[in-house]
């Protein structure tokens, strides 16, 4: 334990961070003694970095474009030398500092000879790769593994690797590609984190400064203002938390870099807080570990990824915040850097805390004005309740047309679902592992969210550059105990229709329930003989299907033909009345009713998508749309109530049936009032009056009752018929 | 640790078992001592016993059928006078010892005035219960229960229960219930052993002659016969592993009051060890936790469960096989007998090693002749490989037509399938929990298998009487490490058309390959103008299909109208030639490719289980088929090769494309060859003689070359063409 804290104590005194680490000197002996997390990357490193030692320095001359050869090994050396540097600081061992620099200097050599990439595709075009993008990324790694090693080479050494790599690299990224440089962007993110690190690490303070403020150094470009714009108010990333993920990392690796060498910014504390805040919103959208899947994301990308890895690290030195111990447990991994082994550290001291998974309202855009995300959380741990209420705005080329739409996590599992990417990565045989044409044709589209669809089109007419223009209104938000509520609206999805769309989603504590039923009361006012479908994309095997169905037994017909409409099998359709429009479906031992007030004439079409599908690239996943045609608006007022346990192992089943005996919607003036009463007659009423003032009191009629609330929206319990 | 020895051997010194134990004295102190397996259980009955206790003695008058009301009191009753009684010998608290003895007495005033149950069904008809079966698994725990608490009694107290409740409830079991008593069949086997253990307890030697031999003594019937009817040789029982957990309580608990009373009989070692080889032989039939779902199984239903925890902990006692302690760490749990004390010690001492799961041959039918199950195991760990070959006889009401079928597992699950049984225990929304329709029209037919079906009729054209009388006949069975092979045949199947089938399944190593690959051989000759169909049920998304096809994108039509075919939904279909009959999936992170060697105008047809459902009664899962028409016989040479890993986490896909190049079937003579061949060009033949001299020599010719092997079958590796 001695030794550790002495390397721990070696590794804080460099607090120049890139700047001059003193002779590392640490035994073997004391690396069995560090704690087993930085242990055990150690271990992994020294695994990559030896086998990439065993095949000598290889830097080709750049030719191929992504996954090509010169590409791949390319980035095998900026991992290399980035670890090699770690390696070399934690173990002492010289073979890696000779590695790294010889590594370097074949760089020296071959930097100056490179122009254009050939294998250019735009102007975005970098010298080692094919786009600056990766350009960037070499530099951010190459100038973290070359801090580590640089004062202990001669000074010819220095001076050629200066000289020959790392001012040109800096020169191209910020004077040859400044175009790149200078946008508001991820991309230009990671070139500004290479160019300021590698002027801290050269003592260049015109690096540094192009850095922050761009290229002109008038602060309208550069990493503050990037930090100022990409992120909301609230750590959002409009692209949805898949990209949040990997944005991340230039933002935290480099404000890492400035705290330690500008301490005076304390830039940590830059829009109050923005960095870190960053990296725990990053986590609070995610549930079981895995991301919310907004947009174009790739469904299995979970915290554990090693973007993450930096970010918790870093984070946690900076917030002490024992929650993040507890994600770095889940990771099982972390990084070869002193933050890396102070965080090993105190969770092998036993400091992690269980991460504090909360409900919260992240605002959209860099004024926190174009929408939102709501999440609504009930319980702790991995079996908790999340309901996610996707408010934000489009989110550029990446998002879907979604407005307004939800998901709904429960017993660790996802049950109303968003079916991200139609994407297999790097699977060679689905379209070289790049989008398949199912992404635009299904994923994209509105149907495949659980979203309101006006006449079968998309919103926006699924024209991205429209829907970049409008966002939704986050109107209220709420996350008491009892009753957790976010409110919001849209007018601009379906203008040619003049549709206006006003979703409330909530969790109610419903009166003799054990678990909140989630509330969806979903107003659509428009204009003309409009058709509304309200989809809900669930997770489960059907158990009861409450009222009568049509159903296609014999032969299965798709229900239309574009929009995503083409993707979807007609199983069956129904007319429910007011007494049994529910559904009720088992996932992994928990049942879930989704029960709704029919409009006049609605239909209910139980689907499944698949449809259409020739080279089976779609899944094939569980829908419920209600529809209603020829009317110009609607309110849809649907709840889902989870409830028993069904129990294989021990051949144990309770309450696989709704304990609710009816839904009930009444409207008064503005008021909207949603009433559920349990079969053992306990009535809960939902009761929205939609107006802000907080302090002002409301009253409505219900059963013949005076029920009353004050502020935006309120839970009244009735007492039972029995009392 | 001083406490729990005492303990220990306190218990150990009770080694009559069902004979008056000392006066408990655990303190509670020492029973923090206990091993923390057993001290859970401890808790976990007091919880019960305790909250029986609080309710007082609660014995009605039987009434209701089962799931009412009475039915589940006395149920809820044997279990508290089972676990009270255990308690009180654990604890020495005399509260247990008191709700026993008041329940018990209160069930002497109710006894001697029952007559049969007035939920009576049939002729099998209970005293307590509806049927006889639950009041034989009454007296098995309730005398359990007694014999804690006996000795302490009065006189008095003990003329009353042993004469008003145990005498008489032997009376109906083996007297007025003779006809069950004496069946061979799992119920008379729970009456047996309620009337051998009332008879130890009693020390009355007249109703434990009749437990073991049968009420007139002969032997002809009773435990001892059971013990040779039931299992076969190897431990296999024939309805399958999930009948065979239930069956297996009893007869485990039965012999080992049996081993405590009369240890001369040394019942553990009747039969070969056939009780402790029953029990291992259970867990054997699993992977991953679960039991293979031979035949009417619930799918869900995992080694976690009650029955197997007496088995376990008894097995041990008798075996000290240190395997089952890693099963009862699986389970985490024990019984609070003397044997779950002594497994709980030596778990908590560090003995447990993982329990030997490996490649087997479990014979059917008592002498072992009516067909086989074939386990090919290869790796070890909760991901190893394992290809299941069921060869075994119908099983009786609850078989499947399933003959020749087989499963396969690897990566920690079922990549090709079995349905199990249509069923959703317990749910009242799927029929009460019974056995849902589907399970006749689907679950049960061929079809719903993979094994061969001709002319779209089921097996014995899915005649249960007819099909108990005929069984596969295991040809050969090898576990040779680099190629573990399996060969069954049955002609019986399909009399009308004299269709003879002969399926040898194996797990070849191929030569440059890191797994082995599964090999199907199927042979089917026959009579007339026949339709074979070979199906595929496997997990997975589709990657790739080899070959063109026709897909139902618009309207999925089903494939056929009876014998389960009206269930099939049909996505595709396809003609597939020597070089391209290959599909790719993906399941969990790894890649599958199904190949075969295409019969002359052989059709593929990809789909789907799920038509014909109006209630959403089945699972949808995915089904490949080969078919071939209008011929009278045909052979079917199929490969299952495992390959590559998607980890979305890292972004890494490796090998999501197979890595062989052909497979090729050559036939001379008898002989079998099956020529597989990588992308790099090595060839591995595997070649069957069907000639079972095992001394015997073999030559055939491939490609120009002479291969030679010894026995049954044969691995051949050719040197590569690159060579
Ligand atoms: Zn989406
Ligand atoms: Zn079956």
């Not at 807080?273 to 907004?294: E, M, V």
């Not at 969790?507 to 678990?515: I, R």
Request: glycine share 10%; proline share 4%; net charge negative.
């Amino acid at each position: 334990m001695r030794n550790v804290l002495l390397i721990l104590s070696a590794l804080l005194m460099l607090a120049g961070g890139l700047i001059a680490p003193a002779n590392a000197t640490t035994s073997a002996e004391a690396q069995t003694e560090l704690p087993p997390l930085f242990r055990a990357e150690v271990k992994r490193a020294k695994q990559f970095v030896d086998g990439m030692i065993e095949q000598g320095v290889v830097v080709p001359v750049p030719k191929d474009p992504g996954g090509g050869y010169t590409h791949e090994q390319h980035k095998r050396n900026f991992r290399a030398i980035y670890q090699g540097g770690q390696l070399y600081r934690v173990t002492g061992d010289e073979t890696y500092r000779n590695y790294v620099r010889d590594m370097l200097l074949a760089y020296a050599d071959l930097y100056p000879t490179l122009g254009d990439h050939p294998a250019k595709a735009n102007q975005n075009v970098g010298r080692l790769f094919w786009q600056v993008l990766n350009d960037a990324m070499w530099l951010v790694h190459a100038v973290q593994g070359y801090g580590e090693i640089r004062d202990t080479l001669t000074e010819a050494e220095r001076t050629r690797i200066d000289g020959d790599v790392f001012r040109p690299a800096v020169k191209f990224l910020s004077v040859d590609s400044q175009r790149t440089f200078d946008r508001i962007h991820n991309h230009a993110t990671w070139a500004t984190a290479g160019v300021g690190m590698t002027g801290y690490l050269l003592g260049d303070q015109d690096m540094v400064d192009r850095a922050l403020l761009g290229s002109d150094k008038s602060g309208k470009a550069g990493f503050l203002r990037q930090s100022e714009l990409l992120f909301s108010p609230d750590g959002y990333y409009t692209e949805g938390p898949y990209y949040q993920r990997f944005a991340l990392l230039p933002f935290v690796v480099f404000a890492n870099a400035i705290e330690k060498n500008e301490p005076d910014r304390r830039i940590f504390e830059f829009r109050d807080g923005i960095l870190s805040k960053a990296l725990t919103t990053t986590i609070q959208l995610s549930y079981g570990g895995y991301f919310f899947p907004f947009n174009d994301a790739i469904r299995d990308k979970s915290l554990n990824t090693a973007e993450l890895y930096e970010g918790v690290a870093i984070a946690y030195a900076q917030t002490r915040d024992p929650g993040l111990l507890a994600i770095a447990e889940f990771q099982d991994r972390t990084v070869l850097r002193e933050e890396g082994l102070l965080l090993a550290s105190d969770l092998a001291g036993g400091k992690a805390k269980p991460f504090d998974f909360r409900s919260m309202l992240l605002s959209d855009g860099p004024e926190g004005d174009a929408g939102a995300v709501a999440i609504l959380r009930h319980g702790a741990g991995p079996k908790h309740t999340a309901l996610v209420a996707k408010n934000s705005s489009q989110g550029m080329g990446h998002g879907h047309f979604d407005k307004l739409s939800w998901q709904y996590y429960d017993n660790g599992r996802e049950i109303v679902r968003d079916y991200g990417a139609a994407r297999f990565l790097n699977i060679v045989a689905k379209e070289g592992g790049r989008y398949l044409p199912e992404n635009e044709s299904w994923a994209k589209q509105s149907i495949a969210h659980n979203a309101l669809v006006v006449n079968e089109k998309s919103h926006f007419d699924g024209n991205v550059k429209v829907a970049d223009t409008f966002a939704p209104t986050q109107l209220y938000f709420s996350a008491k105990p009892e009753l957790q509520i976010s409110t919001a609206s849209i007018d601009s999805a379906y203008r040619k229709q003049s549709v206006s769309m006003l979703r409330s989603l909530a969790l109610l504590n419903v009166e003799g329930l054990d678990a909140p039923v989630a509330v969806d009361v979903f107003r659509a006012r428009g204009k003309g003989d409009l058709q509304f479908d309200l989809p809900l994309h669930y997770s489960g095997h059907l158990m009861r299907v409450g009222f009568e169905t049509q159903s296609n037994v014999a032969a299965r017909p798709v229900l239309g033909d574009s929009n995503g409409y083409q993707h979807i099998w007609v199983d069956a359709v129904g007319q429910p009345d007011a007494d049994n429009a529910f559904a009720t479906w088992l996932l992994d031992g928990r049942f879930y009713t989704y029960r709704f007030v029919p409009n006049a004439g609605q239909e209910v079409i139980l689907a499944e998508s698949g449809a259409n599908d020739p080279s089976f690239n779609l899944r094939r996943e569980r829908i419920i749309i209600q529809r209603v045609q020829g009317v110009d608006s609607a309110t849809f007022i649907s709840i889902l109530e989870p409830h028993g346990l069904y129990d294989g192992a021990t051949e144990q089943t309770i309450e696989s049936d709704s304990r609710i005996a009816s839904l009930r919607y009444v409207t008064q003036g503005e008021y909207d009032l949603v009433i559920v009463e349990t079969l053992t007659g306990e009535k809960t009423v939902l009761a929205i009056s939609y107006d802000n003032d907080s302090g002002k009191a409301h009253r409505a009629n219900v059963d013949g009752r005076q029920v009353t609330w004050t502020g935006y929206a309120g839970r009244i319990v009735l007492a039972g018929g029995g009392n």
